[in-house]
């Protein structure tokens, strides 16, 4: 399958230029000013339109095995074609968690077989992500996991947490922390403040965050690992991680687009998509992460894509889970509220769904660049999205911009010359 992207402008090196892009054999095999053959198979007309680097997500959860009422690796993968995301990182919290060979091997089965997206694997570091003894990081490396994680729980000794660390970094794995202290966080449902209090819902503390953020650097800095803390969310997260960057710790952080959108407030009405773990904390928080986005104290932004079924979120606000989706709505609502704001330069905002994840983990380039996979999105920056049931891709609905429009719209992705998502 030959396909000529005519007129786009892509981003290459850094900067955004005017290019004809050839896709062949799986390749992107000529970038130039202008292309012009007799043969091809499919030539679209991309004047006016951007070509990105297919998007990567290094926090997702697909639910397969095990919650795939929810979500599976094939709904999964579809809506991440459909947001622009050509690879992605499956968290290992599945029924039953994947901390074996066994389990590594199904999830990439899986995604061989049934994807729109290319899927990276991520071990549990500890058994049954109980956090009690370490998993099976040796074999589970052998077959491909690029990173360790207990994501959604969080390994409470600190004791036991070191000798991962030191484990992990034996097979040169990053570990991948999900920063919870259970004893601070207890039953919490929202942030600690004066809206938990207004709502008469039980708080969690930002220290139960930034607790085990300056534990695990700690722990991290003593042994050399490679940490990695998910979903970042509070002011003095990020400064305890700048400080630590400062000092050449090998610590790198991520934050969702719900965190650089929304605040607790968002939570006034009850509604259940507005719970995430961590929970949206204040506008000081939430103007911290974004600007420590702009200037590389957080590294990438991972969706923290989190299904849950329609009955699940529809409980009263204490009965129901944490965590929405993320996949379909990241680019656009970033776009929308951070970029075209002014907040965000678009370019920062492609670095960090690219190839800012990329170096976290090592994985594959994914750059616009000749003999590359043609891994890439084309999106529309003047068009726009609805968000409705109809439309969304998921299995789960679990979205706080549902219904809402914004600006941009993602016309085609394709994985590895192969188209995975077209607009209608």
């Not at 095999?29 to 006016?48: E, M, P």
């Not at 009955?311 to 929308?336: C, N, S, T, W």
């Amino acid at each position: 399958m030959t396909t000529l992207i005519k007129n786009g402008i892509a981003y290459i090196n850094n900067r955004f230029s005017r290019k004809d892009i050839l896709l062949k054999n799986g390749k992107i095999q000529r970038i130039a000013q202008t292309i012009n053959l007799d043969k091809v198979d499919q030539i679209i007309d991309t004047s006016g339109k951007y070509v990105f680097p297919g998007f990567v997500d290094i926090h997702t959860h697909l639910r397969d095995p095990g919650q795939t009422y929810k979500e599976d690796i094939a709904s999964g993968t579809r809506a991440a074609a459909h947001g622009g995301f050509t690879t992605l990182c499956a968290m290992p919290n599945t029924e039953p968690v994947v901390d074996n060979i066994a389990s590594v091997d199904y999830v990439q089965r899986r995604a061989k077989d049934l994807g729109s997206a290319r899927v990276f694997v991520i071990g549990a570091i500890t058994k049954k992500s109980e956090g009690l003894e370490i998993s099976e990081m040796a074999t589970m490396k052998s077959g491909g996991i690029v990173a360790v994680s207990d994501d959604g729980n969080c390994v409470q000794n600190a004791k036991l947490m070191l000798n991962c660390m030191r484990y992990a970094t034996n097979f040169g794995l990053p570990l991948i922390i999900h920063a919870e202290d259970y004893n601070l966080s207890g039953k919490g449902q929202i942030n600690g403040g004066k809206v938990a209090t207004k709502l008469g819902l039980t708080g969690i503390s930002p220290l139960a965050e930034e607790v085990i953020v300056a534990r695990d650097i700690m722990l991290a800095e003593n042994c050399g690992a490679q940490l990695h803390i998910a979903h970042i969310s509070t002011a003095r997260s990020i400064e305890l991680i700048r400080e630590a960057k400062e000092r050449g710790v090998k610590v790198t952080c991520e934050v969702t687009p719900h965190h650089l959108l929304l605040t607790e407030e968002a939570c006034l009405n009850f509604d259940t998509n507005t719970k995430m773990k961590p929970p949206l904390r204040t506008e000081k928080d939430r103007q911290a992460c974004v600007k420590a986005l702009k200037e590389g104290i957080i590294d990438c932004i991972a969706t923290d894509h989190a299904p849950h079924a329609d009955f699940e979120k529809a409980r009263e606000f204490d009965q129901a889970p944490f965590g929405i989706i993320g996949l379909e709505i990241a680019f656009p609502v970033l776009y929308h509220y951070l970029v075209k704001q002014g907040y965000l330069s678009l370019e920062r905002l492609v670095e960090a769904l690219t190839s800012a994840p990329v170096k976290i983990l090592n994985l594959p380039e994914s750059a616009l660049k000749t003999g590359n996979p043609a891994d890439l999105t084309i999106i529309d920056l003047g068009a726009e999205t609805i968000f409705t049931p109809e439309s969304i891709l998921s299995k789960s609905k679990n979205t706080p911009w549902l219904n809402q429009k914004v600006s941009s719209k993602v016309l085609y992705t394709f994985l590895e010359g192969r188209q995975t998502w077209k607009a209608e």
